[in-house]
């Protein structure tokens, strides 16, 4: 969760912390109806290959969006994100109208799924399982996600500063545990590794005491086998993959032991474990997206750790790992704002370490919290964040060097919660501390949106960060990809990548307004490559300029238009530009814009030659 390490740190310094035996109740939906706005290309499932997610045309995907949610931490609505699932269907909607999303990670409870040692819930699974169709059917792709903070929140007193997530109630009776205390704690990561009973809780889990371990794995593979035996096929296409356990550590190291040897001989077998439940369970096509340990990549708190010895762990899994900035957070140890390129190593290291691996990444949880002192630095983080997501050269730097790009990263923001500041969460389930700001959850306030008095899904943050261009899926492999999302801190526009002067005619045609380029190497395939087209773009005042040709207002899609647009799948009225080339090896680009206003003919071909110039010079 986003200030477990940071407020850990914070503190420091000021202070100097099977189921193949399951049939279950329920008879399967009937076939779902084709997603609203699709096309023939459509709605294949993912797979890992060559260190890239690829669909069943062997396009490259991104995958960018949200969790979904904190509310899953939550009592009042019994461990599901959300109270209903009309509530459900009126987020997916938002989510990919307003925030531009075609992901989610999505949480599960383990407290809720087995309340009572070795039986499942039913009841749990039937109604989380309706809630993430609701995200299927708008085409949103979805990677359920074990969700565990602090380890359980049957650790904490009624009267605690603070609580958790994670195991039943069942699960910590078994451990008979000391009386939880942090000792002196001013934020609640601290307890992770100063809460002598969290830290027991979370040692036995790895260790697998009373059966923990095992029964965990058991009854995830009947919460898999329940989802598949209840979707549509169709649906189950969508379902990229599973997330086994947020946020993993090890409480307590063995003598001897470190990050690096728990990782190698208690995390990685146990993610070996929960992949051979995933493939008992009908999801063997599927990857686990496995996480290190959580301080692995901290910029203060910091362990040795990425799973530095898995080897290559290749195409069954994806390595997942999540970003908070520990300084900025702190408001100590980093006083101003994030600035152009400030995440760009960090993110890096993410995509090297995945490279290492032989697989892909995804961040699934990055942000900042959007209360608090130091809430002012939110829209300079994200920005550098998305930033670093989308290439790991900084905007000052990208147009004299964009074949440093790297990949574009996949990502999900912390998060998407339409009850931001509506809770009635009684905190441990005390009816005196009755939680209603922000998430609900130990201070935290980092909501995305929230439900205006009007019950409208309503952002808190500025579109134009969040409602982003990116390459959703590439006919071939991205090469190298940028964009000015010209968002803003208050009043001051944040703009870190302008096109330089040496380019005065692309310059001109892009003028204030917002702007991405594309530069890809075109596979075998006909299917086209796709760009999310934000809000902010609409198909009328949008500007193409590619070797594929120059558009403006582009024309709607057909299989033999270079350039065109069409709605995103889903009926949520969001949109996208398809680029359809006809060769195999050719690098090609494409400039899209809004800031051009009915550009003539001479004005678009003098911006292709000029990006043509620079392409020659640029890529060989």
Known sequence: MPNIRARLLVVLVVLCGLCGFLTVAGSPPATAATVPDSLSFDGTALTVSGGRF????????????????????????????????????????????????????????????????????????AAATAQMRAFLDAGIRVYPDFHQDLYSRYLFDDDSWYTGDGAPKWAVDLGNYPDESCGICIMW?????????????????????????????????????????????????????????NEPYAGTYDSGQASRTWEQNVLWPFYVKFRARMDAAGWQDKPALVEPNLFWNGNVSKEEGGLLDAGSIGSRYVFNTHFYDQKAISGILMW??????????????????????????????????????????????????????????????????????????????????????????LMNGNPDKVQTNGDAWNDEDLSAVRLDDNGVV?????????????????????????????????????????????????????????????????????????????????????????????????????????????AEPGGTGSRRLLLTDADSGTLHYALVTNGAASPSASALSAAKSELATWMASKFS
């Open 458 to 566: 309503t952002l808190r943050q500025d579109a134009r960060l969040l409602d982003r261009l990116y390459p959703s899926a590439t006919s071939g492999s991205t090469v190298a990809f940028t964009y000015e999302d010209r968002s803003r801190d208050g009043s001051t526009t944040l703009t870190w990548n302008p096109v330089p002067s040496s380019l005065p005619n692309v310059s001109s045609l892009v003028g204030s307004g917002q702007y991405g380029l594309l530069v890809w190497r075109s596979g075998s395939g006909t299917t086209p490559t796709e760009l999310h087209l934000p809000a902010s773009f609409p198909t009328a005042t949008t500007t193409v300029v590619s070797d594929l040709g120059t558009a403006y207002a582009p024309s709607a899609y057909t299989s033999s238009t270079p350039i065109g647009t069409a």
């Open 189 to 245: 990561g601290q307890n992770i590794t100063q809460n002598g009973a969290v830290k027991a809780g979370q040692y036995d889990f790895w260790h697998n005491a009373h059966g923990l371990q095992d029964a965990f794995l058991t009854t995830a593979q009947k919460v898999m086998t329940y989802i598949k035996q209840n979707v549509s096929t169709e649906e189950f296409a969508g379902v990229l993959g599973f997330d086994p356990y």
């Open 54 to 125: 690829i669909d069943g045309h062997g396009r490259e995907v991104v995958l960018r969006g949200y969790n979904v949610s904190g509310e899953t931490k939550l009592a009042e609505n019994h461990g599901l994100p959300f109270a209903s699932v009309a509530d459900a269907q009126k987020s997916a909607k938002a989510l990919r109208a307003l925030g531009g999303g075609n992901s989610v990670r999505f949480l599960l409870s383990w407290a809720y799924a087995e309340p009572v040692q070795g039986q499942v819930d039913t009841a749990y699974l």
């Open 336 to 425: 101003g704002n994030a600035s152009d390129g400030q995440y760009v190593t960090d993110f890096g290291t993410v995509r090297d370490r995945a490279s290492a691996l032989g697989t892909t990444a995804v961040v699934s949880e990055f942000g900042h919290p959007l209360n608090g002192s130091t809430a002012g630095k939110a829209p300079t983080v994200l920005k550098a964040m998305y930033q670093a997501l989308d290439s790991r050269v900084k905007g000052a730097n990208w147009w004299a060097s964009p074949a440093g790009s790297g990949p574009v990263l996949s990502g999900s923001q912390w998060q998407w919660d339409i009850y931001n500041g509506r809770h009635s969460e």
